[in-house]
């Protein structure tokens, strides 16, 4: 399986599996499948390097979920990881959640990763890549030019 | 041409709209290069609008809470012509559908719709869809604020949402801005009715896990009063939890109704007011500054003063009697004086419910120019909606609209039908639709006889899936397959008037395609004999229960 980052971390870091972790909460990385409770990571963002989300299937959405919780709701700051059924065509919306590395068998990923933050240069939703949405622009205009 | 009165793209949103063409048109080469499976292909076709059917793939058109321009209505039509066969299909949701359209020709066809600031984002796939609303928006005489407004708000943080574009399942979310809803708030997944409070502040009461389909449930209200400037904030919690904890084992169960009935209304109003909560605050909460400038845009027309009582109209009223029944079925009051609200009617006897073909469409876009400030609506019932029509103009809006065969005076009558496109065009179906829906409206045809039997709902779904909305018809009517039969199941009482919502009963055993019309005769004879002054069929039915129907029913087809 490839491994694309943009998080700088090069952590080869094994991310243990939410239970195991578990009985070593200062182990730096843990592994999450889609339904483990993203808060009871709160008290150890700060330690942590390396949080794995998984998709099972492409179509199966809810580490979007997990993964905008632990960035904007818990603070975590290291490497955010997108493992199974991992495909381009979501990578718009998995940068704006807050990835920033990626697990992909597919053909042309990589191409894909450095157009993807360039894709869209208008978004509606304030997310975790903390861009300005066309409201806030808006807004910023108005102001500018009453 | 008439400016438009409601909202216009500005940089931002044509920019987004281009990119997303672009981005599809790359996706749509990849597949064609065998890039992509079409497992992998499927969720990015659906989400712009191309939803595979029986023959052909059909492209489902973004209607904005149903408000168009002239300008967009002609660009349909244009679309429809070089696209597809020259005509469309308008649905229960505000959307068009153009049914042949090619796989290699959509991106251009959605290209071309950017030239007018239109889109076929989000109108099918397991996303937050299309937000309709009132049809009567802005022009009508019970409103509170115009609903359009909170949609475009809704249309905008929806539109490629990074959270919630793999949802369990579609999400479906209307708005009301009046009490007499008509957008059928209660049966969507998300309802907003917007009211003001004791202390006069205007806010929105939030229903949740409403909808039609194989499992018809009506709403439950999980805030009362919630302010306005917190509406995204509040979505954006319901949606969250729907996204986590919504079923996705199995398709039947994965909309948000099952999860609000396997919760409970009480812990799943706890779950998404803690995550409101804990979300509060945030960057969601809309400036009173950015409300204001949405609602700028939708700030009526300047309708000139003209005469409320018009001697001619008056005139043509005693000496027409297709015009005074067209009057009184498909005119309805407008906020200022002089002005009147008309319904074209999409339904003349014997055609498709809610088809239009290219001719059509301009016809009727050209008359919105003469005389409607440019502007149409899409009523989820299937028809068109000129909102500002001045008396003084009726009827010359009315010989042109009869001269494109719509103006039958037939508006909330019984072959006023709403009927998905079933067996005919539809994948999933088990049964037509389309015929049963002509054979009725041709039985029925005769206007003055329609007027008698008075507002009564005719809706017809070609299977399990509703998309004809059969459970709220007064007469409900469903297409089943028995062993490669069409049969059709009966159900009396549905209803979508806010405060009255219900979901229709089952009369008895289903009927083979040709016994419909006589079952449907039987169920209007019952209510002619039974029904006292002024009461309407699904009162009389309310009062007399279903046993009289169901006699004559399978007294008379058996």
Redesign the interface.
């Known amino acids: 399986m490839a491994l694309f980052t943009e998080a700088g971390t090069s952590s080869i870091l094994i991310a243990l599996p939410y239970a195991d972790w578990r009985q070593r909460p200062q182990w730096p990385a843990v592994a999450l499948v889609n339904t483990d409770p993203v808060e009871e990571l709160a008290p150890h963002v700060g330690e942590l390097r390396l949080i794995t989300l998984h998709f099972p299937k492409?179509?199966?959405?809810?580490a979007?979920?997990?993964a905008?919780l632990l960035r904007?709701?818990l603070g975590y700051e290291g490497e955010l990881r997108a493992t199974g059924n991992v495909?381009q065509?979501?990578l718009?919306?998995?940068l704006?959640?807050g990835f920033d590395s990626f697990e992909s068998e597919q053909?042309?990923f990589a191409e894909a990763l450095a157009k993807a933050r360039t894709?869209?240069?208008?978004?509606?939703?304030?997310?975790e890549d903390h861009r300005a949405?066309?409201?806030r622009?808006?807004?910023e205009a108005?102001h500018f030019f009453p | 041409m008439p400016d438009t009165h409601f909202y216009r793209y500005?940089s931002?949103?044509r920019?987004?709209v281009a990119?997303?063409v672009e981005?599809f048109r790359d996706?749509v080469r990849r597949r064609l290069a065998g890039?992509l499976t079409e497992e992998?292909f499927k969720?990015?076709r659906l989400t712009n609008g191309l939803y595979l059917q029986l023959h052909a793939y059909m492209l489902r058109i973004a209607i904005p809470y149903g408000t168009l321009s002239s300008r967009q209505l002609r660009k349909l039509a244009s679309i429809a012509r070089k696209y597809d066969r020259g005509y469309g299909h308008f649905t229960t949701r505000q959307n068009l559908q153009l049914n042949w359209i090619k796989l290699e020709d959509a991106p251009d066809a959605l290209a071309e719709l950017a030239e007018v600031d239109m889109h076929a984002m989000q109108t099918s796939g397991?996303v937050i869809r299309n937000v309709t609303a009132d049809h009567f928006a802005g022009a009508a005489i019970d409103e509170i604020e115009d609903p359009r407004i909170w949609c475009e708000i809704v249309r905008?943080?929806s539109?490629?949402?990074?959270?919630?574009?793999?949802?369990p399942r579609k999400f479906k979310i209307a708005v009301t801005g009046s009490p007499n809803d008509r957008a059928a708030v209660r049966v969507h997944d998300i309802g907003l009715r917007l009211w003001r409070n004791p202390a006069g502040e205007v806010g929105f009461e939030v229903i949740v896990g409403g909808g039609l389909g194989r499992t018809p449930m009506i709403g439950k209200t999980v805030r009362e009063f919630l302010p306005r400037n917190e509406l995204l904030a509040y979505l954006e919690a319901v949606l969250?939890v729907y996204?986590?904890y919504g079923r996705?084992d199995n398709l039947y169960k994965a909309r948000i109704k099952i999860l609000v009935h396997e919760l409970g209304v009480e812990k799943m109003r706890e779950e998404v007011e803690a995550e409101y909560a804990?979300?509060r605050g945030?960057?969601?909460g809309l400036?009173d500054?950015?409300i204001e400038?949405i609602a700028r845009q939708f700030a009526p027309p300047a309708l000139a003063e003209r005469p409320a009582i018009v001697p001619e109209v008056e005139a043509l009223k005693l000496e027409d009697r297709d015009f005074a029944l067209w009057l009184k079925a498909n005119v309805s009051p407008h906020r200022t004086p002089g002005y009147a609200i008309v319904t074209a009617s999409l339904k003349p006897a014997g055609a498709p419910p809610g088809d239009a073909s290219a001719a059509q469409m301009e016809g009727v876009a050209d008359i919105a120019d003469a005389y409607a400030q440019g502007e149409i609506r899409v009523s989820h019932e299937q028809n068109l909606v000129l909102p500002h029509v001045a008396v003084a103009d009726l009827p010359a809006v009315w010989r042109a609209l009869g001269t494109l065969g719509f103006a039958e005076a037939n508006v909330g009558k019984i072959t006023d039908i709403i009927a998905c496109p079933g067996l005919d065009y539809c994948a999933l179906a088990n049964a037509r639709s389309i015929p049963v829906a002509q054979r009725i409206s041709n039985h029925f045809a005769e206007l003055a006889r329609q007027h008698d039997i008075g507002d009564l709902k005719i809706k017809i779904s070609g299977c399990i899936n509703a998309c004809g909305h059969h459970h709220v018809g007064h007469i409900g009517i469903l297409g089943v397959d028995k062993n490669g039969v069409e049969l059709y199941q009966i159900s009396l009482g549905g209803d979508v008037d806010f405060g009255n919502t219900a979901l229709g009963a089952i009369l008895g055993p289903a009927v083979t395609a040709d016994k419909v019309v006589e079952a449907v005769d039987a169920l209007v004879a019952t209510y002619l004999e039974s029904r006292t002054d002024g009461e309407r069929f699904v009162e009389t039915y309310r009062r007399i229960g279903a046993q009289p129907f169901k006699d004559r029913v399978y007294g008379t087809v058996h």
């Open positions: 492409f179509s199966d959405g809810r979007y979920s997990q905008r904007g709701r495909l065509d979501q718009p919306f998995m704006r959640c053909k042309g894709l869209f240069s208008v978004v509606y939703q304030p997310a949405t066309a409201a622009l808006r807004l108005n | 500005d931002y949103d920019t987004l990119e997303r981005q996706q890039e992998q969720p990015l397991n905008q943080w539109t490629l949402h990074p959270e919630f574009s793999f949802l969250r996204n986590r996705r804990a979300a945030g960057p969601l400036p500054e950015t400038a």
